[in-house]
């Protein structure tokens, strides 16, 4: 069983910068890709950033030059460095991983981001 808890959302002017955290608790943290995802009101949730367990990152084109995903292996944690946001960005962000080898998936429970002046 995984369990992903986000932290760091918040409510930001434009151009401003935020740091999101998502805290891994399961097993073998190493083989999970983790990625962010975001979901606007009345809008499908969509990729923000994925990176592998052995450090292949992959964007939105959305947000690609803002923002940056990371992890630590030993904190078991990974991250999202978003820098330059826009209204747009506005969202409830989620944390999420995937087994590589059998493919389940596990979300978090969410953290709100608001960009606004």
């Known amino acids: 069983q995984v369990t992903l808890v986000e932290s760091g959302g918040g409510l930001v002017q434009p151009g401003g910068s935020l740091t999101l955290s998502c805290a891994f608790s399961?097993?073998?943290?190493?083989?999970?890709?983790m990625g962010w995802y975001r979901q606007a009101p009345g809008k499908q949730r969509e990729l923000v950033a994925v990176?592998?367990?052995?450090?292949?990152?992959n964007y939105a084109d959305s947000v690609k030059g803002r923002f940056t995903i990371s992890r630590d292996n030993d904190k078991e944690s990974v991250y999202l460095q978003m820098n330059t946001l826009k209204p747009e960005d506005t969202a409830v962000y989620y944390c999420?991983?995937?087994?590589?080898?059998?493919?389940?998936?596990?979300w978090g429970q969410g953290t709100q981001v608001i960009v606004s002046s």
């Open positions: 990176i592998t367990g052995g450090g292949s990152r």
């Open positions: 999420n991983s995937r087994n590589q080898y059998s493919g389940r998936s596990y």
């Open positions: 399961g097993i073998i943290f190493s083989i999970y890709d």
